[in-house]
């Protein structure tokens, strides 16, 4: 199973392969605030977004009870255009916004992720002998390099829900 290094302690995968899973705090709750950085192209639906010359957009979740804060995804350090192709820069908490809906604050949270198959990793990042001299990837590093990533989000107070948040195609 496949399962993202930075989200171990708070993504609960739903499936044998780990590419769908929910959020649960640490604490054990399943209700986040949530801070994000993008475009929206709909009232609900966010993309990529031009920052510094380069593309931002990342998510982040905050427990409604510890206030424990957890990067979900960040397009500059999750995805193999935004992190590889160099498209991509890391967007500082200041410019990250709160998600608030007319009728939510609070969220609980779904991830789909997609990774290259392990031998397509190997071939492509792991034995590219241009890619290792900036980067020394492992197949370690493969949980934390996806291909797409949705986010889908359960507004807690009214119960919609929220599809394809994020629906980034990373690669």
Not at 21 to 26: A, K, M, T, Y
Not at 74 to 95: N, S, T
Not at 123 to 133: A, F, I, S
């Amino acid at each position: 199973m496949v399962k993202p290094r930075h989200l171990e302690k708070i993504y609960r995968p739903s499936d044998t392969e780990g590419l769908e899973g929910e959020i649960v705090c640490r604490c054990g709750c399943r209700a986040f605030k949530i801070r994000c950085f993008g475009e929206f192209y709909s009232k609900h639906k966010m993309s990529a977004n031009k920052y510094k010359d380069r593309y931002g957009q990342a998510v982040k979740a905050v427990c409604a009870n510890c206030n424990s804060e957890y990067l979900l995804y960040d397009f500059a350090l999750h995805g193999y255009d935004g992190l590889i192709g160099g498209e991509g820069i890391a967007v500082p908490d200041e410019m990250l916004h709160d998600f608030t809906t007319e009728t939510d604050y609070l969220f609980e949270i779904k991830m789909f992720l997609e990774y290259d198959g392990e031998e397509q990793f190997l071939e492509e990042v792991v034995n590219d002998e241009y890619l290792q001299k900036d980067f020394h990837f492992t197949l370690d590093d493969r949980p934390n390099i996806w291909s797409w990533i949705v986010i889908d989000l359960k507004g807690i107070q009214s119960g919609t829900i929220y599809k394809n948040f994020t629906n980034q195609e990373l690669s």
